[in-house]
Structure formats: structure tokens, C-alpha cells
Nanobody, 116 residues
Framework: QVQLVESGGGLVQAGGFLRLSCAASGRALSTYDMGWYRQALGKEREFVATISWSGPNTDYADSVKGRFTISRDNAKATVYLQMNSLKPEDTAIYYC?????????WGQGTQVTVSS
């Protein structure tokens, strides 16, 4: 079992930045691929970014490429999402995900609101 707790969300003006954190407890985070997803009001949850368990491989949604950066610190069992040049359309609840084989765990989410 993996428990995930997101933090770092808040209200920011367009063009600003935020850094989300996802702290994991339970089984060794270092063996899990980690990802960030988001869900805007009235929309389905969508993929934002992912990072492989070993760290070097990352992938991003086209909508955030060049603006967001995912990273991980396995020693701290924490995954980060650095979000720069934020846009109003980035407003959503952001969820952390840990995945390994058929197992998938989600955090409770953190709200990000970008004002225009």
C-alpha cells in the first residue's frame, strides 16, 4: 500500500509559478513510476506528466511541455511538479499517482487556481 499526500497548490496570477509536492509513505516509492494528473471542473481527469521509477525518463502532456517539470527525490520519497508560466486553463485539482504493474494509487489532490 502506498499513501500519497499532495501539497503546494493555491491561487496564483497568470504568468506565475507554483511547485507541487507529493509525499509518499508505505512501500518503497523508488520502485514506482510516478505521475501528475489534473481534473478541471466539469471535465475528465487528464494526464499532465510522468517520471519513471529510476528518474531519467519523463513525459508531458502537450499542453504543459516547456512550462512544467516533473522530478523526484527517492531519498525523500517525494515527487515534484514545478509549474511555470501558469495559465488560467491550468486551473484544476492536481492529483499525484504511483503506478507499478497493476497497482495504482492516488492522492487526495491539491487545488490550483490561476487567475487572469
Amino acid at each position: 500500500q502506498v499513501q500519497l499526500v499532495e501539497s503546494g497548490g493555491g491561487l496564483v496570477q497568470a504568468g506565475g509559478f507554483l511547485r507541487l509536492s507529493c509525499a509518499a509513505s508505505g512501500r518503497a516509492l523508488s520502485t514506482y513510476d510516478m505521475g501528475w494528473y489534473r481534473q478541471a471542473l466539469g471535465k475528465e481527469r487528464e494526464f499532465v506528466a510522468t517520471i519513471s521509477w529510476s528518474g531519467p525518463n519523463t513525459d508531458y502532456a502537450d499542453s504543459v511541455k516547456g512550462r512544467f517539470t516533473i522530478s523526484r527525490d527517492n531519498a525523500k520519497a517525494t515527487v515534484y511538479l514545478q509549474m511555470n508560466s501558469l495559465k488560467p486553463e491550468d486551473t484544476a485539482i492536481y492529483y499525484c499517482n504511483a503506478k507499478k504493474s497493476s497497482r495504482s494509487y492516488w492522492g487526495q489532490g491539491t487545488q490550483v487556481t490561476v487567475s487572469s
